[in-house]
């Protein structure tokens, strides 16, 4: 009889527990209903998510993704990136107008648009968000110059503005207590509260691009002077949103500045007005109340709560891609794909990256680096339409020069090709390099930035290419510090690479080969050429057109002669929305385009 | 009684000199470049210069060492390298988090887990006693991950029995947690009934159970009462020497269903080559199972007449 009774007290244990979730459904469901305000006035609440912690919400102290996420909604900057024109080009922000050239050439008159005020914020007077102004752009550069302020991205615009140099080398002299009042930047002059001129130390059209860089987005300098290292947890800015509540690891709420300035765009790239991505042309912006950024580290909650309707707009990743998408087929080479049946109530999209991955090698290596044949043997080794379909699922296009496909001097401007795999090419190669059959030839290392499993992969599938050629490989998989350490150090023969654009300029892509970029700057293969040197300073600063793309495709030539690195691939960036989803394009230089979206009743 | 917890505390400062140790040269050698995580591609090698030596990372590791030994004594572990927040706010946060998470399953599973185990010993041999531990030896047998996966996949998304994932402070938070809470039990519950069916069988082979008997004791009084209360040793031994586990919480459940525990928080350390969040938790560990040990002898002095701690 005891011990029936004690089963009897553990089944209702048991039962205790399967009563519980009706609760919990209910309780949920309440507190969701009670977020989104009232019958009369249901607040628009666009749900995305945080896929890691952000490094700061200061501008001058973040360059990363996460942080990218608030700090584009918060804050503004001069210029920004047309959110809907393609390829992408540079539109007025914080200004009426685009920056004037004047006289002497490398002179440009910024006017400011009147009217825009920082949101409402107890560092102001009775809370009230005061007006933005000259002095507040230009204090806000200062600080970017400051290297007591920015560490991290001063390099965008180092040697662009007379005088800014100088001014960041006297705040390293100052770490205490440097005042932006007593020290001027003498290529930044106030004319008056709308009207600031920048002078550039010479005309390019690479000077623009730092003013869309989220890092000189617009500041007052109250609220830093007020919270110092603190501004980062009150950031007070003129964006679209303001930051309503905070959590690092958990959800953080931005919620709508009803005094924003900005007007979502009235032109748009082909296409762009059947999709009806016109339809909210010349209206004010935001359009939704409340963006709610919860942290979801995990790509497989993500996704769940995304079919579930709790997340608005989710990416579609190696995995999810195998369960939702079918490829088109097509006759034209082109790649087209498309959700299956199941999930055809979402909408999907696809978009080239900006971003080039390829395979470095090392040339101060006395084996790899001295012989050009050998790298010539194993750039015809390679096979990047396999690594596209057997590692990316095809979802990428072959590149055909460094520069990707949607930058102007890519190849639909230059016609540049690079190698297609032909092992009988690769072998003679090989010969020719003083390795036939690859007798002699020791295994050559390549380094991989971590050990995870795509990494292995990507591994196991070159080696297996290159051995079809008697090319042996060995994989070295390490931490990401280590590898830059490696790579930095220009100490090896051949690495995993990769460079996501900076500013959509194809100088950025080749800076990668200039030699006064050795590494530890970015051209960290090492290469050094005259010929690729003499061209990339001359096309470096020129505006975009025929004579600039000719000099592209000299480098271009260059590179597949010298062959410093395997190209490989231009991936697609791809991930579904809801069905009331308005207004998305993905831009990838407006990663998160909170303040354009809207959400349909 | 005194002397021996000073003797015992003074005996731990051995062991976090020593873990103190592994932890920095293992972080050197081979963790992440703390510098080079956090200002990325674009930084000028003077910048690198400049944040090593601010961080203390540019001096000899017996310096390093020094302040190191500094922070344990002070408790000050300073700032995240990563998001700058002080340590001693991010490890307050995540312990409530994570306790919220480990606390109640743990000590819940325990109950039911002993009920569980004590059934089992009481009928071995049965079809009870064998269907049992084909279950929890299969249960045992599946991977963490698994249990998280599937029970997310079908009980929250498929069923919507639970929300997803998320966390908020206070009660907010149990709705949320039910999820992890069953998961966390159930992964505990093979472990755990393994363990304290042989503690219970250990016990029946010992002379006071035949006195017992002997008596005219029923099989029943015999195992739930004079058994269970020995075993209870042991078990206590179990029960005190994972708390420090439950502080650190369940990092996979944390990073799953997005709570802001410990667990989470390491691994982002880990991840990010944020040392002052590795050494802090490492040596908070350390000195958790260091005075937990403590407190399980002190408990068997109590609970067994026979244990002299001054012996």
Known sequence: MKFQNRWLAFLCLLGSFAVQPGCTKKKVEESK?????????????????????????????SFDEASRQHIRSLFDTLLEYNYLKRPYELAPLLLTKMPEKQADGVTYLFTLKQGVKFHDHAVFPEGNGREMTADDVIFSLKRFADANANRLSYTLIQGLVVGMDEFRELSKKQPQGFDYAKHEISGLKKLDNYRFTITFTRDSPLNFYPLAFEGTSVVPKEAVAKYGDDFDKNPVGTGAFYLKSYSRRGTTVLAKNPNYHGTYPTEGAPGDKEAGLLEAAGKKLPFVDEIHLPLIEETQPAMLKFKKGEVAWVAIGRDDYIAMV??????????????KPEYEKYALYYVPSLATNFMRFGMKDPVVGKNKALRQAIAYAMSADGFIELMMNGRGNRSESIVPNEIAGSTRETGSTWYTQNIEMAKKKLAEAGYPDGKGLPALTVEYRSAIKDQRQQYEFMRNELAKANIKLEGNFQSFSNFLKKTDEGNYQIADAGWNADYPDAENFYSLFYSKNKAPGPNTSNFENAQFDAAYEKARHM?????????????????????????????????????NVRNFKRNLLEEYPYKYVDLAR | MINYIIRRVLQTIPIILGVAFIVLVLFTKVGEDPVRMKLGNHATQEAIDELRAKWDLDK????????????IVTFDYGESFNSGEQLSEMFAEGAYASLMLTLPPF??????????????????????????TFVFVAGMSISY???????????????????????????????????????????????????????FLDETKADYVRTAFAKGCSPARVMFVHIMRNALIPILTYTVIEIPNL???????????????????????????????IKGLTVLLAISFTLCNMLIDILYAYVDPRVQLDG
């Open chain 1, 543 to 579: 505006m975009n057109g025929p004579e600039r793309y000719k000099l592209f495709a000299e480098m271009d030539a260059i590179l597949k002669e010298e062959v410093p690195m395997i190209l490989i691939s231009n991936h697609y960036v791809m991930g579904v929305l809801q069905p």
């Open chain 2, 60 to 71: 000899p590791l017996g310096t390093q060492y020094l302040i190191f030994l500094k922070q």
């Open chain 1, 326 to 339: 079918d490829r088109v087929p097509t006759t034209d080479g082109t790649k087209k794909f498309k959700l």
């Open chain 2, 247 to 277: 502080l650190l919480g369940a990092f996979l459940i944390e990073r799953f269903f997005s709570i802001p525990g410990t667990g989470d928080i390491l691994i982002s350390g880990v991840n990010n080559g944020d040392f002052p969040i």
């Open chain 2, 107 to 132: 000590f819940a599973g325990i109950l039911m887990n002993l009920a569980i185990a004590v059934l089992i010993a009481f009928y071995r041999g049965s079809w009870i006693d064998r269907y049992s």
């Open chain 1, 33 to 61: 209903v009670s977020s989104t305000g009232s019958a009369e006035a249901p607040l628009k609440i666009f749900y995305h998510y945080r896929r890691s912690e952000e490094k700061s919400l200061d501008p001058v102290k």
């Open chain 2, 145 to 199: 991950m698994v249990y998280i996966m599937f029970f997310q996949y079908f009980l929250a998304y498929e069923l919507g029995w639970f929300p997803i994932n998320g966390f908020e402070p206070g009660l907010n938070a149990i709705p949320y947690l039910i999820l992890p809470w069953i998961i966390f039990m159930i992964v505990y519950s093979g472990p755990q009934i393994r363990l304290f069916r042989t503690v």
